[in-house]
């Protein structure tokens, strides 16, 4: 067995429900699957002391999780006042609506088209709810409607699918673009060296305790994949299909056309710097 402490990030043993920093409480989404590891995280944020809260990310259409969340903060004592996205992929937002029309909350992202209600998201907004801070990141990359919710009371990061809490994300090409991404990691090195973030709260996955070791193993993991497919395509292997093949040889096959978008962003990289 692998200590946890040596994994990237440091990932949080235990339950993935329940509280996880003193404002942020998750409830797992029951959807499993090789891409959504245990399920989509769906996180309450709250101020200890206040009957308000936020919830990022509903999740799927899925009734019975939808009610889940609004119980779970019931029982706190809290009313849910306003529903986040971190980007538009069905396993975060398709529940949103639902959750909205539940909960009677507006609907806010950086895609209008996944807003309920006026106002939308931005780079340097700063979200504010009964006492609650949150301060919207641009993370584009993984989608180019990413966003990240830095959390500095706690001093946590909420990620959505930028940084899990194992394994590595896809660049969802061509929607999702490697530059992006590279930047967005490079954004969220900075919070946590200048401002102090040690938490990542993923949108699948266990929390991360050492959120610049999890940013620092992304950016290491991408040059080394980068390297690795410009290898693979001086070698002779020119179509997405047959860099995965190479490339991606020790990865079980169900992630195989996954891995292919992240290939596809890697080849367009590599072709706008030059290198191919």
Known sequence: MTDAHALPGQPRGGALSGPATARAVNVLAP????????????????EPDSGLAVVVDP???????????????????????LT???????DHAEGAARFAELTGTKVRALDPALRLGDEGL??????????????????PGHTSDSLCFHLPADRAVLTGDTVLGRGTTVVAHPDGRLGDYLDT???LRSLTVDDGVHTVLP??????????GAVEYYLAHRAHRLAQVETAVEDGHRT?????????????????????????????????????
Do not use: F
């Not at 931005?122 to 993370?139: K, N, Q, S």
């Not at 699948?204 to 050492?210: A, I, R, S, W």
């Open 31 to 46: 959807n499993p699957s090789a891409m959504t590891l245990d399920g989509t995280n769906t996180w309450i944020l709250s």
């Open 59 to 81: 999740g799927p259409l899925d009734d019975g999780h939808l009610r889940h969340v609004i119980g779970t903060a019931e029982q706190a004592g809290k009313r849910i006042a």
């Open 84 to 90: 986040l996205l971190t980007h538009g992929h069905p």
């Open 122 to 139: 931005a780079a340097g907004d700063v979200v504010t709810v009964g006492g609650l801070e949150l301060r919207v990141v641009p993370a």
């Open 185 to 187: 990691l490079r954004r």
């Open 203 to 212: 949108g699948h996955g266990p929390v991360l305790e050492d959120a610049q």
């Open 240 to 276: 997405p299909a047959e860099v995965v093949a190479r490339v991606y040889a020790d990865v079980d096959r169900s992630l195989w056309p996954a891995a292919e978008l992240s290939v596809r962003a890697q080849l367009e990289y590599l072709e706008e710097h030059g290198i191919l």
